[in-house]
T-cell receptor
Framework: GQQLNQSPQSMFIQEGEDVSMNCTSS?????WLWYKQDPGEGPVLLIA?????ELTSNGRLTAQFGITRKDSFLNISASIPSDVGIYFCAGHRSEYGNKLVFGAGTILRVKS | GAGVSQSPRYKVAKRGQDVALRCDPI?????LFWYQQALGQGPEFLTYFQNEAQLDKSGLPSDRFFAERPEGSVSTLKIQRTQQEDSAVYLC???????????FGDGTRLSIL
């Protein structure tokens, strides 16, 4: 089945730092999405990408849909404490049914 | 409210009991999805509805799991004869149609004792 490999598994950030995480797959997807999940809550959509090579921003967040359609990255600039949480990438392709295939998540923690 | 609503938020059941989890999607959303999220993992697909039709149930782990959406809005996920491995967070998501982004509820955390 389709698998998404997300890295890093976890990272510590200092407030003000830029953060980068990525997602790779052995399968092609037509849509890549990035979600953030806080404890006890459902995933919240951050960015959706629909075309290979597309670069999209949402405030301090920037995400890119890889040219091969098998990868995506998410950057967070000038991180703030509320950026802490778990970030998931998800891929969608109608040929795989209409489900989303999720990575295992990147846990973002703040250095104290 | 404007988002996907799930109830109950928490459910504790004894092994062998049946449970029913409810999802109210965003009004007007045609597509509805159920996912299961184990601790420390990403959500995994269970089943998908377009209006009242269940078009994909390939992710349901066994015939103890059953989902319905009889009028094309509210959906119920039922688990019969629960087992400890059913303990997880069950997430519901809806989208305007199958090609639009999915929006998630806050889930039901199910614990089987």
């Amino acid at each position: 089945g389709q698998q998404l490999n997300q890295s890093p598994q976890s990272m510590f950030i200092q407030e003000g730092e830029d953060v980068s995480m990525n997602c790779t797959s052995s399968s092609i997807f037509n849509t890549w999405l990035w979600y953030k999940q806080d404890p006890g809550e459902g995933p919240v959509l951050l960015i959706a990408l629909y075309k290979a090579g597309e670069l999209t921003s949402n405030g301090r967040l920037t995400a890119q849909f890889g040219i091969t359609r098998k990868d995506s990255f998410l950057n967070i600039s000038a991180s703030i404490p509320s950026d802490v949480g778990i970030y998931f990438c998800a891929g969608h392709r109608s040929e795989y049914g209409n489900k989303l295939v999720f990575g295992a998540g990147t846990i973002l923690r703040v250095k104290s | 409210g404007a988002g996907v609503s799930q109830s109950p938020r928490y459910k504790v059941a004894k092994r062998g009991q049946d449970v029913a989890l409810r999802c109210d999607p965003i009004s007007g959303h045609v597509s509805l999805f159920w996912y299961q999220q184990a601790l420390g993992q990403g959500p995994e697909f269970l089943t998908y509805f377009q209006n009242e039709a269940q078009l994909d149930k390939s992710g349901l782990p066994s015939d103890r799991f059953f989902a319905e959406r009889p009028e094309g809005s509210v959906s119920t996920l039922k688990i019969q004869r629960t087992q400890q491995e059913d303990s997880a967070v069950y997430l519901c998501a809806s989208s305007q149609n199958s090609n639009q982004p999915q929006h998630f509820g806050d889930g039901t955390r199910l614990s089987i004792l």
